[in-house]
C-alpha cells in the first residue's frame, strides 16, 4: 500500500512505512538475504543485543519519549518520523498507532564513513555477498526485537542499520 507524506512516497510494510529513496531501494535483496543469514541469538543464556538503541531511543518509547530524545522531526506522521541529521546520516522512526510507542528504527548512513561496524550492531561478521555488499540479521526474541545492517557494495556505499521489534 502507497502512501505519501510531504513529498515523499512510501510502502506500507509490517505495520511500519519504509521510504522509496536510494538509502532504501534495497528492501528485495535484504529479504533474501535475511532468508539465507539470518542468525537467532540462543534462547538458554540468550546474549544481550548489542544494538539496542539509537541517540537514545528504543523500541517500545513513546513517541513523546523519542522526540524529545531525537528533537524535532524533519518530516513527521501518525506513524512515522523523519530526521535528517546531517548530509550522511537519517533516520526513520515507526510508531505503533494504537499504542503510540516505537516499532522500529532505521538509520541511513550515506558514504558509511561514520557508520558503525557490523560487529558493533549485530556482535558478528557480516556476511559477502557476491557483489561486494555486506548483510546480517540478528533475532533477539527475549528481547522481543531484530536487528540487521546492510551494506551496499560500490566505492560509496550505504549502510543502513534497522531494529525493530518482533511481531
Given at each position: 500500500m502507497l502512501h505519501k507524506l510531504g513529498s515523499r512516497v512510501y510502502f506500507k510494510l509490517n505495520?511500519?512505512?519504509?521510504?522509496?529513496?536510494?538509502?532504501v531501494c534495497l528492501c528485495a535483496s535484504v529479504v533474501t538475504a535475511a532468508a539465507q543469514t539470518t542468525k537467532t541469538a540462543g534462547s538458554k543464556g540468550e546474549e544481550a543485543?548489542?544494538?539496542?538503541?539509537?541517540?537514545?531511543?528504543?523500541?517500545?518509547?513513546?513517541?513523546?519519549?523519542?522526540?524529545?530524545?531525537?528533537?524535532?522531526?524533519?518530516?513527521?506522521?501518525?506513524?512515522?518520523d523523519i530526521y535528517s541529521f546531517n548530509e550522511k546520516e537519517?533516520?526513520?522512526v515507526y510508531y505503533d498507532k494504537s499504542t503510540?510507542?516505537?516499532?522500529?528504527?532505521?538509520?541511513?548512513?550515506?558514504?558509511?564513513?561514520?557508520?558503525?561496524?557490523?560487529?558493533k550492531v549485530t556482535g558478528t561478521e557480516a556476511d559477502a555477498r557476491a557483489d561486494g555488499s555486506k548483510f546480517k540479521?540478528?533475532?533477539?526474541?527475549?528481547y522481543g526485537y531484530w536487528v540487521s545492517y546492510n551494506r551496499t557494495a560500490g566505492s560509496s556505499p550505504i549502510v543502513t542499520v534497522t531494529m525493530q521489534k518482533m511481531q
Open positions: 505495520k511500519a512505512l519504509l521510504p522509496v529513496c536510494a538509502c543485543p548489542c544494538f539496542s538503541e539509537y541517540r537514545g531511543v528504543q523500541i517500545g518509547m513513546t513517541i513523546d519519549e523519542a522526540r524529545q530524545k531525537l528533537g524535532e522531526p524533519k518530516e513527521q506522521a501518525e506513524e512515522l537519517s533516520a526513520q503510540k510507542k516505537v516499532t522500529a528504527i532505521s538509520i541511513d548512513y550515506v558514504g558509511a564513513t561514520t557508520a558503525p561496524e557490523c560487529k540479521m540478528v533475532r533477539y526474541p527475549k
